[in-house]
């Protein structure tokens, strides 16, 4: 009754359906413009992790600002007169950019060697390269030989140097999020009441139009600090890295992809339809209905507030590939009905093929939805917000597609359909011959498909190399690297350790000892100032800090460790073998200037919560570099070989934030895939109203799957933040193609009960849309592997597979199941498979 309706519906009134279409896509298109594309670090950050909350407290007690690395490799030499000018005129040029707090670069360091002098002679006269008499010579060797210094601020072969640009700290920001998490840390205890929950929403609400009026702020800041650098390439290499430039590079890349790509898509995709159907109007069909969806998607996604993340970026390609499906199907249907019913008038035709493909259209589309609603069982926000736009992206392609499919035929005169490419079209045919003759041989190859595949799955690896999400000809690769191999490490890492309480300030005072009565006296006008800092440096935890530095340093996927053990290290070489004592570092923490505190103390120790920090730079370009391990490695290693205490220590930064996002995100996939395929054979049971249909398909839907992640096993491709969701696309795809076959086959064994000739007769008709939305979208997607951004290479390159293997598992494997074990209800005998 309803499906007649609609169908009167949409064949009566069809120009106030596209009409009210048209409408809807230019209501929605206004609204698509304020979709947001977010690719900060917070978008790839667990917000109910508890590292992420203790990374907060300690960026809070330490300056801790967000900054970029400029690498600077100059012509000259790099204490010549001309490298000095371009380095002070760029320090100059780059303090003009709006949203730069400080530039720092080996001229404004202080220098501890240049030439050795007592410390307390330091601290009265803190040297720099600006100083008078200053010896080249010697700041040569400080620089290239300090452990302050060497490997960080400049390379071991001093033709490479760092500019550190620090960022203006965003205070309205910082009270925001602050504001909103005091309700996300009191959630994780109870429930919150009315009142709290309205604040929570309103602080959520603040926070959130605060960061979208300001979300191109940043990438505004990158490009002008991009333009600032362009006058002084004639100088030498200049590089540009740093945490906020990689996420800001990443949704640069894959906005330029979707327009570049999309465009080369849509125009290729024209191409292949006007190739198989030669009739124009079944090649504007599948791009406006698919353009109509997505703007209406888009639209609907800005409305309920949902933001396009690195992990959602590619919904749109997604929804793409439904949508061609659904169209391409019904335009097959019709071309049949055509050349089965030549004197059905246009109205009539339609009728029919409504009524043939509605019903499985409309389950595929609810098989989606049940596996895109296994995402958002999920705790990961960008995992939730995939699951929901693409259930939207899904729903709004069956509605566009029954709607102007319909509307925009019976705009359409009557026309025969130009079957020429049908005709010479024979995999379906051949492909119907394997099955029936063939059957062995199909079966050895799945057996080994899946031998590959669980030998694949062995080898997977789950990773988040930011350097190689771009081919090596990039600018920002060659950046990454330059910094990787010559600067100390890219992805920072952060060791915070907490000393156990001291013992009385007596004691500590007879624990030390002091190398010169002018020290003493020091120590007498610290005692006299009241200041509890010379009693924190004591021998036993100066110990531990060098303890856990050379540790540190001792790893190979480290590049450089900076605590206060770097400075430690330092009175080394102006002690003649010795340690800086714990007066000596009390001296310095309270008598340095400001300036230089912040450089060589500040970010290291912090005596009111009685703690030292390392900060680390991985080496992110190691191709041994396995970050989960690492960091398990350190966990364990820090108590077996130091001897801390586990609670006297933790990891946090970036580094172990983006880690616990990515092994979330697999766990996560692991446990939500389960659901998919238990939702999805719940539906073909419902669907079918038979178990073993619903076995064959979950077996034949696993095959894509695992083919996969079995290649990626094999050729190293990692999963990681942009591939994980490869699985749902490879699920989606192929139930799309099994339920259509399906379908029809069992209404061809309708007529005769005979398996074999239902399947001749099910490829003869039903496997043309399939395989002619699999060409067009292959075609398309081939494209992608061309992009400068490795990810979306690789989802192109994945695509293309999932979509070769979907078909081919449907129209092979599929069939084979279904006529060994007849698992629908059948009025005659049928033929022996071979």
């Known amino acids: 009754m309803f499906l007649q309706r609609y169908i009167n519906f949409v064949t009566d009134y069809f120009k106030t359906v596209m009409v009210l279409v048209a409408v809807a896509t230019v209501v929605f298109g206004y609204y698509a413009q304020f979709l947001s594309l977010n690719a900060s670090a917070e978008t790839l950050l667990l917000e109910n992790d508890i590292d992420l909350k203790l990374t907060r407290e ?48 080996f001229l404004d360091v202080p220098l501890l060697e240049s030439p050795p002098m007592e410390i307390s002679e330091v601290v009265k006269n803190v040297r720099t390269f600006s100083s008078s008499d200053i010896n080249k010579t010697m700041v040569q060797k400080e620089l290239t030989t300090s452990p302050l210094y060497a490997k960080n601020l400049v390379s071991e072969d001093f033709k490479t140097t760092s500019i550190l640009v620090n960022l203006k700290e965003d205070a309205t920001y910082t009270k925001l999020l602050k504001a909103r998490n005091v309700f996300v840390e009191l959630q994780r205890t109870r429930a919150l009441s009315g009142e709290e929950r309205k604040q929570y929403e309103s602080s959520k609400r603040a926070f959130k139009e605060y960061r979208d009026s300001t979300k191109n702020e940043v990438h505004y800041l990158i490009e002008k600090v991009r333009s600032v650098l362009v006058p002084y390439r004639n100088e030498g290499e200049l590089f540009l890295g740093g945490v906020e430039m990689i996420a800001d590079d990443m949704i640069t890349f894959v906005k330029s992809d979707i327009v570049i790509y999309g465009t080369a898509i849509l125009l290729i995709m024209i191409m292949i339809l006007w190739v ?16 109509c969806a997505v703007i209406i998607t888009t639209g609907v996604n800005a409305l309920v507030g949902l933001e396009v993340t690195v992990v959602s970026s590619n919904y749109v390609a997604m929804q793409l590939i439904t949508t061609l499906s659904l169209v391409i199907h019904l335009i097959v249907s019709y071309r049949e009905e055509y050349a089965l019913y030549p004197n059905y008038s246009q109205k009539e035709l339609i009728e029919v093929t409504l009524r043939r493909m509605s019903i499985p259209s409309v389950f595929v589309i609810l098989t989606s939805v049940a596996g895109f609603g296994s995402l958002m069982t999920c705790d990961i926000l960008p995992i939730i917000d ?71 799955v062995t080898q997977l690896k789950v990773e988040n190399s930011f350097i190689n999400y771009f081919k090596k000809s ?28 001291v013992e009385s300030k007596e004691n500590v005072k007879n624990t030390e000892s002091s190398d010169s009565d002018e020290l003493d006296s020091f120590a007498d006008e610290f005692a006299e100032k009241e200041n509890d800092a010379q009693y924190w440096f004591t021998a036993e935890k100066m110990q531990t800090i060098l303890r856990v530095h050379d540790y540190l340093e001792s790893l190979p996927e480290i590049g450089n460790v900076s605590s206060l053990g770097t400075l430690s290290k330092v009175g080394r070489i102006l002690k003649e073998g010795k ?43 190691n191709k041994e570099l396995r970050r989960d391990e690492l960091l398990k490695k350190i966990q364990k290693e820090l108590q077996t070989k130091v001897g801390l205490e586990p609670e006297n220590f933790k990891l946090v930064g970036m580094m172990v934030l983006y880690n616990n996002m990515l092994q979330s995100l697999f766990d996560s996939q692991i446990s939500t895939l389960g659901l998919a395929l238990l939702s999805l054979g719940a539906m073909f049971l419902f669907l079918f109203r038979s ?40 699920l989606g795809i192929t139930v799309d193609n099994t339920i259509h076959y399906f379908y029809r086959f069992r209404e061809e064994l309708a007529r005769d009960g005979d398996y074999i000739a239902s399947m001749h007769r ?27 951004f490795i990810p979306t290479l690789i989802f192109g390159l994945l695509t293309v597979v999932v979509l070769l293997v979907a078909i081919v598992s449907d129209l092979l494997f599929s069939p084979l199941l279904v006529v060994f074990f007849k698992p629908f209800t059948a009025r005659k005998g049928s033929s022996k498979v071979v």
């Open 58 to 105: 300690v960026h809070g007690r330490y300056i801790s600002p967000d900054y970029l690395v400029v690498a600077f490799s100059p012509k000259e030499h790099m204490l010549s007169d001309a490298t000095i000018g371009t380095l002070r005129a760029l320090k100059e040029s780059l303090l003009h950019v709006d949203g730069v707090e400080s530039v720092t670069t």
């Open 276 to 291: 198989i159907f030669r009739q124009m109007r079944f090649v504007v069909m599948p791009i406006l209905i698919s353009f």
């Open 386 to 456: 995939l699951g929901t736009m693409m259930n939207i992206g899904v729903t709004v392609s069956l509605i566009a597609t029954y709607l102007l499919f319909p509307s925009m035929m019976m705009l359409f005169s009557k026309k025969e359909p130009v079957l020429t490419f049908d005709k010479a079209f024979t995999l379906n045919t051949i492909f119907a011959n394997i099955v029936e003759h063939h059957g062995r041989k199909i079966i050895v190859i799945v057996v080994a498909i899946l031998g590959f595949s669980l030998f694949g």
């Open 474 to 501: 990039t600018e920002i690769y060659q950046g990454m690297q330059k910094i990787d191999n010559n600067l100390g490490g890219t992805t920072p890492l952060e060791i915070v350790v907490t000393f156990p309480k």
């Open 579 to 621: 340690d800086f004592d714990g007066v000596e570092l009390a001296l310095m923490y309270n008598e340095l200037p400001l300036e230089f505190k912040k450089i060589l103390l500040s970010p290291y120790v912090n005596t009111e919560y009685n703690e030292a920090r390392f900060v680390v730079r991985i080496v992110d370009s």
């Open 691 to 730: 178990l073993k249909i619903a076995i064959v398909a979950l077996t034949v839907n696993m095959v894509p799957i695992s083919v996969i992640f079995g290649i990626m096993g094999v050729t190293g491709i990692p999963l990681d933040i942009m591939s994980i969701t490869i699985a749902s696309i490879a």
């Open 762 to 788: 099910a490829h003869a008709t039903i496997a043309f849309g399939m395989f002619y939305y699999s060409l067009a979208t292959i075609v398309g997607f081939l494209v992608l592997v061309t992009s400068n």
